[in-house]
């Protein structure tokens, strides 16, 4: 997916919030902000959000010298989900669907987007987690359910921080043994990495791996060949979040996407207005069979 | 007022919205971001958020060629407002306090921004009127009603074109031979302009005169000797919408500022949250009395 006019304003806004976050001091907000825009006068929009986004953070940090501007957000999403776990637990054991009932959680969990919103507050989440089962669950649902049925190595993208705890209810319903859980190769945004797999004790429960890459996505030429070798094997990739279909929608793979739709930009994508629960398939342009 | 680095998103998305006011050709979009992109990064922070708007607008008319990119807004929402003047007039010719009630709905009328949204609706329009009422205002509004009391000569500044329509209201209850009302020199976003002041009639009820600058506010360094004459002998100034706020704020003059709070930025300006009503009277530096 390509980088619309309307991502620019949207870069700017997470760049001053995620200076923010790194630092209290005002000028190096400033000069972060100057040197974004520097940056998107001269962009290529022929690449996904996620890619420039992945440019933005890099500079933020090297600009503040702060590696891990979100850790503390982390860690504070990280705790509230974990202390949601049993609640979220309880409407799971009473589903009669508990496949899809675990996937509308773990769709809930992707609210925790510090990405599009920075201010994001605990009251907010606590309402996702309260609409998540009446909301409507849009997209691929059956072929999703036979995919899970027929699988025997799972991919599952992580997105988010906090969200990744979430993820856990989805990965017990799908058989952790069948499982390999994948996080972001460096910190950016509050996109989980290992260090919140472990928080999170994930890692007790599935393989986790690393994708590699910092960019808030999944981009295939930016992460190492270990992970593109789990990614050509597996026979099943679920793709949690907007920043790993951003980056992934076109690729070459049969993908099951599960996201919040929080931006018009994808909305428009998707066909879906904002705020819809997705579980989509990507349609992926295979090669002619039998050909050349 | 001084610009925040919040109003920097805001810019770009406002330019994009007007690039497309402008024109349906994308490479204009694009190109036009790309120079408020360059612009904002070697921009002065130490100005208003409307001198900054005004120095976009003037690049993104000479790039596109389009003299008045709103002028079909403006006219839509001139339409739109005089359609209501009947209803809203029927409002207040029930009501207790005539003066406040004209308050209100000029107030209710500076919904009318496209420059804060773009993407207005006439739903959304109909919907600040109805709430017009009912919506507290907040602010000066006994030393506003004892300025009207007193005053000879009322210089209304006008913000919007819609907005204008409704200001007729307020400007009948403040007497029509003692107000002058003031538009912007030149087409700015959907500002009102003389023509606007004619398509909804008022050069029929008051003087209506042009401020001499293109600005989204009232600079008064840009704005005409002629005006800034009128500016000074007027015993009363009554400034509508956020643009007269921000470049009138710190001006040495006693103005009473009517406008809906439209945005984070101007919100922690005055204090007040996002929606709010707010009739606010400046608080202007005077120079200390009978000397050193």
Chains 1, 2 share one sequence.
Do not use: W
């Not at 996702?128 to 993208?157: C, M």
């Amino acid at each position: 997916m390509l980088t619309a006019l309307d991502c620019i304003p949207c870069f700017l806004r997470q760049a001053l919030e995620a200076a923010r976050f790194a630092t209290k001091d005002e000028a190096v907000h400033e000069q972060v902000i100057r040197h974004v825009l520097r940056m998107a006068a001269e962009m290529d929009l022929m690449q996904s959000p996620a890619a420039i986004a992945q440019k933005i953070h890099r500079m933020l940090r090297e600009i503040s010298g702060v590696d891990d501007p979100y850790c503390t957000a982390k860690d504070q999403f990280n705790r509230l989900a974990i202390a949601l776990l049993p609640e979220l637990t309880a409407k799971l054991e009473g589903a009669r669907d508990p496949l899809m009932t675990a996937a509308r959680l773990a769709i809930a969990g992707n609210t925790i987007d510090l990405g599009v919103n920075g201010k994001l507050t605990e009251v907010e989440v606590h309402a996702a987690f309260e609409q998540a089962l009446s909301k409507p669950l849009v997209g691929d649902v059956e072929a999703f359910r036979q995919a899970v049925a027929e699988a025997t190595a799972i991919l599952y993208l992580a997105d988010n921080a906090g969200e990744i705890a979430c993820d856990r209810l989805l990965i017990q319903q799908l058989l952790p043994v069948r499982v390999t859980l994948v996080v972001r190769g460096g910190a950016v945004i509050n996109d989980a990495t290992r260090v919140d797999a472990e928080a999170t004790r994930l890692h007790e429960l599935v393989e986790v791996i690393e994708n590699g890459s910092d960019a808030p996505g999944t981009i295939l030429s930016d992460c190492s060949e270990e992970f593109r070798k789990r990614f050509a094997e597996a026979d099943l990739i679920i793709a949690k979040g907007q920043g790993n279909f951003e980056t992934l929608s076109d690729a070459e793979a049969d993908i099951f996407f599960l996201f919040k739709v929080k931006c018009p930009v994808i909305a428009a994508h998707v066909g879906l207005p904002v705020g819809t629960h997705v579980l989509t398939r990507s349609r992926p342009i295979l090669a002619p069979a039998g050909g050349r």
